[in-house]
């Protein structure tokens, strides 16, 4: 290092707050180490006038530079263009302690805003410099303010950063970018989304990847991102100037929230990019490993909750602490309207990995007066089987990524048996699993689909996963998809098999939307993006990941029919209900109608026989300031061959008329018709419904 005259003046400091916080006349540091015997502050100076970078290292005083478990140091100096670490040093013990320091190491500040910036796929120097900035946040938000879209009113979008536009095909000029998602507002808009859940964002080693792919040899990447370094420092390898990511993210936010759309963030605090000893330190198990990680009590092992090779200690006061402040600082810093928890169960671990009844984590994060506005959504379940949809939480607070609303419809459009009785709850908002605890159907975030399984598509064309391309014999990803490639494996050229895949699109695609709950899309589902049948694309950056937006063209009648199906959601409260479904109203006489009604093909003849596929229901609209809203009669055929023939109610009210609005069987436009030419359909008609397809009727006033 450099024994040059150090250009600042070394003070005490202070151990709140954590991080480094520039101030008027200096830069105070502070950072959490409970085991560490010694900490070493690497700093490297940039922005010398008439002179190269100075790397200082300042080792800190544990008596006058340490205040219980954070070391600090304050230095007096007007230099902000500043990189800097740290070195950890003590015994290390994992037998006893499970702590285990390497003073060689430069590791990152767990609490740093940014590091340096490098593009996709460059080297991550993680160990070897100092990789944290002391970065401004004087962004101009121009009055930005958070939307508060209610939940029963959202529609979530789930993307991936770069593989939304990297694609030539996007047509933006800075594909695989957080600008490349701007130039894509007016298309969010334009489909009738309210938000987009951006998969990870935090940095990872896009490198930290040791499969390649059978065919071209080549070493594949961590492409998804589910394996964090750092729940504060932004992902720069998503910006056009990886030195301006965070203005880029934020411009971004800002250009969305002005087009009505929120943003909604993957945080994955259930483990690290660390892995297990064998992996690479970065900066937590540096730091004090049996402080941020779940280790077992006698061998001192890695308790693997996650499936990646470590637990985070989420139950631990210092732990909990450190992830309210990340996600106060996303929402208050960056923005940020919403958070989805990558397998949530495990922040209801306690230390020794048993599941608490009432864990502080997720009291925390509910209840926190800075988060109060943001949403909260679980995904319930973790890897070593917890599954706990429906029981994640008695907290009206929290959502839920509803696993069984897939699994459910699912099965009924694949022609399985058992499924009209599920599907039916689902429709109406899983009551079995929300109506507790003052919850509502608000907090099902209802899918099909998601990054991880097959796409929409495949999901109608495959059977199996094909994921031999990710260097691991086809033995990752889920053999449990609940598909079925509607007789033919893959693609075909066969017209009369691939119109029936599209019907069958259709026909999920409505019954998503048109579900009660929060419906959430996969990016591309809308115009039929295909992965190839590779169920677990965690590793392909390339063709088979990134969104081909050629398909919106050649695909547009599907395009244009799930824009009009979220057109129809949100003109027509009766699809976005506050509260469940009564199956008779108490407070008023007895013979009044309910706001929802099943048959199976006849009126008021219910079928929840094992092998009955299919159902239909009828949506009572209410009568509001002498107006009644529209009623909607839904009838779906599960049936792999058969067709089916459903005789009709009548509307409720003054209505006498049915307008038949959707026919998922038939192709664009007349799958969703103009108006003038909606068919007019009478009490007591027999309508005859395609095999998997679903036909909609709406209730004309009479005249």
């Known amino acids: 290092m450099s024994k040059k005259k150090k250009p600042f003046v070394l003070e005490q400091g202070d151990p709140l707050p954590g991080g480094a916080t520039a101030l008027d006349h200096g830069i105070n540091f502070a950072v959490f180490s409970r085991h560490a015997k010694g900490v070493t502050l690497v700093i490297l100076i940039k922005n010398l006038s008439n002179s190269r970078p100075i790397a200082q290292e300042i080792e800190l005083d544990p008596k006058v530079n340490r205040t219980g478990d954070i070391w600090h140091i304050f230095l007096v100096t007007e230099e902000r263009e500043i990189c800097y670490g740290y070195r950890f040093n003590g015994q290390t013990d994992i037998e006893k302690q499970g702590v285990i320091y390497n003073g060689k190491q430069i590791l990152l500040d767990p609490l740093s805003h940014a590091l340096s910036g490098r593009k996709w796929g460059e080297a991550f120097q993680d160990g070897k410099t100092p990789l944290c900035h002391l970065i401004k946040h004087d962004f101009d938000w121009q009055n930005d303010r958070p939307l508060k879209t209610p939940m029963v009113d959202s529609v979530i979008y789930e993307l991936h950063v770069r593989g939304f536009t990297q694609d030539s095909s996007s047509k933006v000029k800075h594909p695989g970018t957080y600008l490349g998602i701007t130039e894509k507002i007016p298309y969010l ?39 964090p370094v750092s729940f504060f420092a932004l992902k720069s390898g998503y910006a056009a100037q990886p030195d301006n990511h965070v203005n880029e993210f934020k411009t971004m936010v800002r250009s969305l929230h002005q087009a009505g759309i929120e943003v909604i963030l993957d945080m994955v605090y259930n483990h690290t990019g660390e892995g297990d000893y064998q992996g690479k330190t970065s900066s937590f198990r540096g730091i004090d490993n049996p402080i941020y990680y779940l280790l077992d009590q006698q061998s001192r092992e890695y308790l693997n909750y996650s499936g990646c090779g470590n637990t985070f200690n989420c139950n631990h006061p210092v732990v909990r602490e450190f992830i309210r402040d990340s996600l106060r600082y996303w929402v208050m810093e960056m923005h940020i309207d919403g958070f ?53 939480s008695t907290d009206a607070r929290w959502a839920e990524w509803n696993g069984k609303f897939r699994d459910d419809v699912r099965t009924f459009m694949a022609g399985h048996n058992k499924s009209v009785a599920n599907l039916a709850t689902r429709i109406a908002g899983s009551s079995d699993l929300y109506q507790s605890n003052s919850r509502t159907p608000c907090n099902s975030v209802n899918f099909i689909t998601s990054h991880d399984g097959f796409t929409l598509y495949d999901l109608v064309s495959y059977n199996q996963k094909h994921n031999s391309r990710n260097g691991e014999v086809n033995r990752d990803g889920d053999n449990h998809n609940i598909s079925w490639n509607s007789g033919i494996e893959g693609e075909t050229n066969d017209q009369a098999i691939q119109e ?27 115009f039929g993006r295909s992965q190839k049948g590779n169920n677990n694309c965690w590793c392909q950056d390339n063709g088979v990941s990134w969104l081909n937006w050629d398909l919106a063209q050649s695909n547009s009648g599907l395009l244009r029919f799930f824009r009009k199906c979220l057109n129809l959601r949100k003109e027509h409260q009766i699809f976005r209900r506050h509260d469940f479904f009564s199956s008779q109203d ?8 309910t706001d929802i009604s099943w048959q199976s093909l006849r009126p008021e003849k219910e079928d929840w026989s094992d092998t009955c596929h299919t159902l239909a229901f009828h949506l009572r609209g209410k009568e509001k300031e002498r107006v009644q809203s529209d009623d909607f009669f839904i009838m779906l055929n599960g049936h792999r061959t058969e067709n089916a023939t459903f005789v009709i109610p009548p509307p409720s009210g003054n209505r006498k008329i049915w307008k038949q609005i959707i026919d998922t069987a038939r192709t664009t436009p007349l799958d969703f018709p103009p108006p003038k030419l909606a068919a007019k359909r009478h009490d007591g008609d027999a309508i005859v419904v395609k095999n998997m397809a679903v036909i909609v ?7």
């Open 189 to 227: 808009k334009e489909l009738g989304v309210t938000a987009v859940e951006l998969m990870p964002v935090t940095e990872w080693d896009e490198n930290d990847n040791v499969f390649h792919d059978p065919v071209t040899k080549k070493r594949l990447k961590n492409y998804w991102g589910y394996n």
């Open 340 to 392: 989805r928890f990558d397998l949530a169960s495990i922040l209801g671990r306690d230390r020794q990995g048993h599941v608490l009844a009432n864990p502080p984590m997720i009291e925390m994060i509910a209840q926190d007066p800075i988060l109060r506005d943001t949403k909260i959504i679980a995904e319930a379940w973790d890897a070593a089987g917890l599954y706990q949809v429906g029981s994640f």
């Open 500 to 526: 029936f895949r599209f019907r069958r699109m259709r026909t999920m695609a409505l019954i998503l939307i048109l579900s009660q709950g929060v419906p959430m899309l996969t990016a591309g589902d809308e």
């Open 586 to 593: 108490s407070t008023k006489d007895s013979d009044r109608e």
């Open 697 to 703: 009727l709406q209730s004309i006033p009479s005249s």
